[in-house]
């Protein structure tokens, strides 16, 4: 048999759950078998009766872990609860004149109610300890992290936004789907603005999003290669000189097409071939390719610094001056 010490609990801690702060009057102990990648102690931990039945489904060799998922749980239970703080102000509860004896026992109870679900799964314990000594057991879990709350991963953050807010699955399911992770905000704020749509107007929702996402995406993508680039120069051609190298001409046309993008190396000016030819497709094709490749000698040239400072008769530009 496993043998579980208890944790130290502080002073203003006595009592509480560990997982939750409520009131404590059961123990959980953990691990509940016996393994050997533990690299502490097993713990037995205070904790409310709804806080041990949920930790004693949990599969997990991680302390962290378990509070998590624990406190997932209670996210999922009470997400009606928390769903409260984002459809009301406690004023707007206050000043509400719903009628009916249900309604009336709605707006006096249910900031209390969302203030309780809210301290229970913000509460994060206090330091593990056994007899005065910290219990240095690095937090190994993982999780997707959203709106100051963490989640056991992105569906779960999903399917808890969904029931808490009431929220349309099908639409909001698909918005996550076409926008991804880094667009959940996003997401949630289209679906917010249509909680109860039909699955018909929720499809012209969706085709919109998804529309904007193509048009954002093109633009995003001729903003890289066409707009200048962060820190460019701004020369009018007029002040460039062209430049000759081995019997080729780099025009300053062209210089200037570089420096007005910050373009200082081969590799940069490849990134921007397509860009550079849809710009100057208008003289042809001959004329584009030889002014191509009149800044691309120009730029290996420029690799030299003995070159540029000797031969360029642009140097003093490319620093700005």
């Known amino acids: 048999m496993l043998d579980y ?3 130290d609990i502080p002073f203003n801690y006595r009592h509480q759950c560990w997982f939750c702060g409520e009131p404590s009057h059961v123990t959980v102990n953990f691990p509940r078998k016996a ?32 509070r998590l998922q624990v406190t997932n749980a209670l996210m999922k239970r009470y997400a009606k609860h928390l769903g409260i703080g984002v459809n009301w102000t406690e004023q707007e509860l206050a000043e509400t004149q719903l009628e009916g004896t249900a309604f009336k026992g709605f707006t006096e109870s249910a900031w209390m109610m969302y203030e309780i679900a809210k301290g229970r799964v913000e509460f994060t314990g206090w330091p593990l300890a056994i007899h005065g000594l910290p219990l240095d057991i690095i937090d190994d879990s993982y999780g997707f992290e959203f ?30 789907a076409l926008l991804g992770q880094s667009q959940l905000a ?10 109860s749509v039909s699955k018909r107007k929720a499809e012209q929702i969706l085709a919109e999003i998804g529309q904007q996402q193509s048009d954002r995406e093109r633009i995003l993508h001729d903003n890289h290669q066409r707009a ?6 701004q020369v009018p051609t007029e002040r460039i000189s062209k430049v000759e190298i081995n019997g080729e001409t780099a025009q ?4 200037a097409w ?8 081969l590799a940069q000016l490849q990134q921007c071939e397509d860009a550079f030819f849809d710009e100057h497709e208008h003289l042809g094709g001959v004329l584009a390719f030889q002014l191509y490749h009149g800044v691309q000698l120009y730029l290996e040239a420029r690799q030299d610094v003995n070159w540029c400072e000797q031969d360029d008769p642009n140097q003093q530009l490319w620093l700005g001056e």
């Open 252 to 255: 300053p046309e062209a210089i």
């Open 35 to 66: 393994s050997a990648v533990f690299v502490h102690p097993p713990l037995q931990l205070p904790t409310c009766q709804e806080c041990k039945t949920i930790a004693n489904t949990c599969v997990t060799d991680s302390i962290w872990d378990l």
């Open 258 to 265: 570089l420096m007005n993008r910050n373009i200082r190396t």
């Open 186 to 195: 996003y997401a949630l704020r289209i679906a917010r603005l249509y909680p």
């Open 228 to 233: 200048p680039l962060e820190g460019s120069l």
């Open 147 to 176: 709106d100051g709350a963490r989640f056991i991963n992105f569906q779960t953050a999903v399917d808890f936004y969904q029931k808490s807010e009431s929220l349309n699955k099908y639409l909001l399911d698909e918005l996550v």
């Open 5 to 7: 010490q208890a944790i």
